[in-house]
């Protein structure tokens, strides 16, 4: 399975910032999965980010709160934008590195006050 | 639209005992599944899968799950409950529409083990 390291791990920002969160993965990888756990909940796939493409948003997210690079086959990042306390929540990167296996990073935990 | 049913927000059973974490998914065509566990300020980590062949699939840990598509089940189950155990658990699903590898999750269950 994929090794999946995540930056930073925490941060505490103030509403109106931008927070850019860094994913990397020990593999080349087709494609990188970009979720959102707000607290005490389940995840929710924000946008999935291929390699040389724009990154394909799901319902309800949207490029200009969530912009995404992906610059190479094992790097992504994911800016939130604007924040705002309902922002508040881990954001997890992951990969499928293995047919019809999803892999997770451990997390940013993100507070916004 | 799929969608994941988890019954049981919270599940609490002793140590020893039987584990099991229901998960029923809405397809007319069986996806994929997956249990996933979070422990306490990690990462999400693979239990198990269900893709094709034998319905009974085991996992990490002594965890297994039985795929039922007549009850459009994939119930987590282990025989004897570990401490170590207590964690989030998520099902999720796997469409086989849409052009790209979209996980769907449940709401999770918490799992407690107590002495």
């Known amino acids: 399975s994929a090794v999946i390291s995540q930056k930073p791990s925490r941060d505490i920002c103030q509403r109106g910032t931008s927070l850019t969160i860094q994913c990397q993965v020990d593999?080349?990888?087709?494609?990188m999965f970009w979720y959102r756990q707000q607290p005490g909940q389940s995840l929710t796939l924000i946008a999935t980010?291929?390699?040389?493409?724009?990154?394909?948003?799901e319902s309800g997210f949207v490029i200009d709160k969530f912009p995404i690079s992906r610059p190479n086959l094992t790097f992504s990042t994911l800016t939130v934008s604007n924040m705002s306390p309902e922002d508040s929540s881990i954001y997890l990167c992951?990969?499928?590195?293995?047919?019809?296996?999803?892999?997770f990073g451990p997390g940013t935990r993100l507070t916004v006050t | 639209a799929q969608s994941v049913t988890q019954l049981g927000s919270h599940v609490s059973v002793s140590e020893g005992a039987l584990v099991l974490l229901r998960c029923n998914y809405s397809?007319?065509?069986?996806?994929?599944l997956f249990w996933y566990v979070q422990y306490p300020n990690q990462g999400l980590q693979l239990l198990l899968k269900?893709?094709?062949?034998?319905?009974l699939v085991k996992g990490i840990n002594g965890f297994e799950a039985e795929f039922k598509k007549s009850e459009t089940s994939f119930h987590l189950t282990k025989p004897s409950a570990h401490m170590s155990d207590a964690a989030e658990y998520f099902c999720?699903?796997?469409?086989?529409?849409?052009?790209?590898?979209?996980?769907?999750f449940g709401a999770g269950t918490r799992l407690a083990v107590h002495p």
């Open positions: 999720a699903v796997r469409p086989f529409s849409g052009g790209y590898n979209k996980l769907i």
């Open positions: 593999s080349q990888v087709t494609m």
């Open positions: 980010a291929n390699q040389g493409s724009e990154a394909t948003y």
């Open positions: 269900y893709t094709t062949g034998a319905t």
């Open positions: 992951s990969v499928e590195s293995r047919p019809y296996e999803q892999y």
């Open positions: 397809s007319s065509v069986p996806p994929y």
